[in-house]
């Protein structure tokens, strides 16, 4: 017997996580719901119609009506679901969790609400669910990885991430297209990002430590720097483990100019300001003005690119591993890269969840499941990880 998921959010990353469960996660029922009925339809015909089965239907609910929530989970017996709306609601989702007694993961995005989600742990045990948010690409995928770099140590003491979604052929001016919504991208370029530095934690500002680095070819030298929220509950869970931990975001070079110049505009801020009389928020005006001139094309085709470095010992050496995933759009699927890294990875979680392989209450990615039970589930996908290792002859502490 399989088991009743629910997708609340039948978007891009939304159905690519049913596609995911309905083909891995054991599910016998699969409810797309999201506040477009028109939406949930094409979402549940569209993984249908991949998958050659009717396992996905179709469902019309507003997620900001919790008692409606509750009530779609209750009545189709849901077990566990995936949030696949903007991380301001998900909140709300996370009581209606509890009061359905069904368990979530989302696609999280905002470290400090992972955090009051996850502070409900004792509500959730009680109800008996799990509740995992923070899941997708980065946080997410990135997270899993890095707990099993550091699995391969006997003693990790290092763990640095890169990550990036890009297009895999730039356009100028913007060599950037938009996979997700612009909402999520603006969240990652505002405020600070919390690290772990000689074992201490440490609040480092957005658009700050830019170096480039190189990739094999075709891809050649990107630009990096940091976001927000890339290491979401990481640095609390490891410190006192770990020297070091940080996360810093890939793009095509030119991209850091051009937005740390929005940045220090004032462009991507949330305080209204007045213009001609009238109060604005200047990041909704920035939304409104270049979401059109960077939204994902048709013919567009992405990649992500993640890389973990992890040192620490090994076998009584100080070692260096490099674990690298390049993932690209899915021509097979019509899945880009961006829904398969985010979408898969809150349903690989999902499916965990169902199979009762993880805790109960409120759990941190980084410790929901052991890094290497997870990558040998992330490998059935067909996703391919590249390791390779060196002897590291940095100064150990």
């Keep these: 017997m399989g088991f009743r998921y629910a997708i609340i959010g039948a978007g891009r990353q939304g159905t690519a996580a049913a596609y995911d469960l309905a083909r891995f996660g054991g599910a016998d029922f699969l409810l797309l719901a999201d506040?477009?009925?028109?939406?949930?339809?094409?979402?549940?015909?569209?993984?249908?119609?991949?998958?050659?089965?009717?396992?996905?239907?179709?469902?019309?609910?507003?997620?900001?009506?919790?008692?409606?929530?509750?009530?779609?989970?209750?009545?189709?017996?849901?077990?566990?679901?995936?949030?696949?709306?903007?991380?301001?609601?998900?909140?709300?989702?996370?009581?209606?969790?509890?009061?359905?007694?069904?368990?979530?993961?989302?696609?999280?995005?905002?470290?400090?609400?992972?955090?009051?989600?996850?502070?409900?742990?004792?509500?959730?045990r009680a109800a008996g669910i799990t509740l995992i948010p923070d899941c997708g690409q980065v946080p997410g995928l990135g997270t899993s990885l890095c707990a099993y770099v550091m699995s391969l140590f006997d003693e990790p003491r290092d763990v640095v991430m890169y990550d990036g979604g890009i297009p895999r052929h730039p356009r100028r001016p913007w060599n950037y297209i938009l996979t997700f919504n612009i909402e999520g991208l603006t969240n990652e370029y505002f405020g600070t990002t919390l690290f772990l530095r000689d074992g201490q934690p440490i609040e480092v500002p957005c658009f700050e430590e830019y170096e480039q680095v190189d990739f094999p070819a075709p891809i050649g030298q990107l630009e990096a720097f940091t976001t927000a929220g890339g290491t979401s509950t990481m640095p609390w869970t490891f410190a006192g483990t770990l020297r070091t931990l940080q996360n810093k975001t890939l793009r095509w070079p030119g991209h850091y100019e051009q937005w740390k110049a929005y940045n220090d505009a004032g462009l991507i801020g949330l305080d209204p300001v007045a213009v001609d009389g009238a109060s604005v928020i200047p990041r909704h005006v920035l939304h409104a003005l270049l979401e059109p001139q960077i939204r994902a094309r048709p013919e567009d085709r992405d990649m992500v690119i993640i890389r973990i470095v992890g040192r620490g010992q090994k076998d009584g050496q100080e070692r260096s591993v490099t674990v690298d995933l390049f993932d690209y759009y899915d021509e097979a699927t019509g899945f880009t890269a961006m829904e398969r890294t985010t979408g898969w990875h809150a349903a690989i979680m999902a499916a965990f969840i169902a199979r009762q392989q993880t805790p109960s209450g409120g759990v941190p990615v980084e410790l929901a499941v052991p890094g290497p039970l997870f990558v040998e589930e992330f490998r059935k996908r067909g996703f391919n990880l590249q390791e390779t290792w060196a002897v590291d002859d940095r100064h150990a502490v």
Aim: proline share 2%.
């Design 35 to 124: 506040q477009s009925l028109a939406s949930s339809e094409r979402a549940a015909a569209r993984v249908n119609g991949l998958l050659g089965r009717e396992v996905a239907h179709p469902a019309q609910v507003d997620v900001q009506d919790v008692d409606a929530v509750v009530k779609l989970l209750t009545s189709n017996n849901i077990t566990v679901f995936v949030s696949g709306v903007p991380y301001f609601f998900n909140m709300g989702l996370t009581r209606a969790a509890i009061r359905a007694r069904a368990s979530m993961c989302d696609f999280g995005g905002n470290t400090e609400q992972v955090r009051q989600q996850l502070a409900l742990d004792v509500e959730a």
